[in-house]
């Protein structure tokens, strides 16, 4: 299961399960500037020890660009990197990205949401949005607001994130 949940913390769990993702983000991408911390290369081992990078970009003073792919010499690998639109937006005491993909198929553009924190300077741990109903809620709501309250009401739901966290540890 921690292979499965590391590598889908950028390409989204509900993106691959066929779930949707929700229509619009949970904020503004200029709400929250860029946390120089996360920029750079990151990296994160599945149960089967295979290597996944992701490195962080600041795209502007608040988005990220990010691109996420194997470690491999093998060129095909190489043309399966995921380039990524990401930001921040902070709910509660909480820190979540919105995740867009940006070189997928033109109707699996959904935004996907994942809640992180450091844990120290050189480690991130990040959790996504686990209950399929949730997911599905969120998938019919047109404003941000909304998706940003239904996310707030429900964060304290013992079943509303992944009972498995990702850590990805600083690389570069």
């Not at 913390?9 to 709400?31: H, K, M, Q, R, Y």
């Not at 941000?144 to 498995?164: G, P, T």
Request: hydrophobic share 40%; net charge negative.
């Amino acid at each position: 299961m921690k292979s499965v949940f590391t590598r889908l913390f950028i390409i989204g769990t509900v993106f691959i399960a066929g779930c949707e993702g929700a229509l619009v983000p949970l904020s503004d991408a200029n709400d929250v500037p860029i946390d120089e911390r996360l920029l750079g290369e990151w990296m994160a081992l599945d149960d089967e020890q295979e290597a996944s990078i992701i490195t962080i970009w600041a795209f502007n003073d608040t988005e990220y660009y990010m691109e996420w792919k194997e470690e491999d010499e093998d060129e095909e690998a190489a043309a399966d990197t995921m380039r990524i639109r990401a930001f921040s937006t902070e709910l509660k005491d909480y820190m979540f990205t919105n995740i867009r993909c940006i070189n997928c198929e033109e109707d699996e553009t959904e935004w996907f949401f994942y809640r992180y924190a450091f844990e120290g300077d050189d480690r991130l741990a990040v959790q996504g949005i686990r209950n399929r109903h949730y997911r599905d809620a969120m998938s019919e709501m047109t404003r941000s607001k909304d998706v940003r309250k239904y996310v707030r009401a429900h964060l304290n739901d013992e079943d509303f994130m992944e009972e498995d966290i990702a850590y990805f540890e600083r690389i570069k």
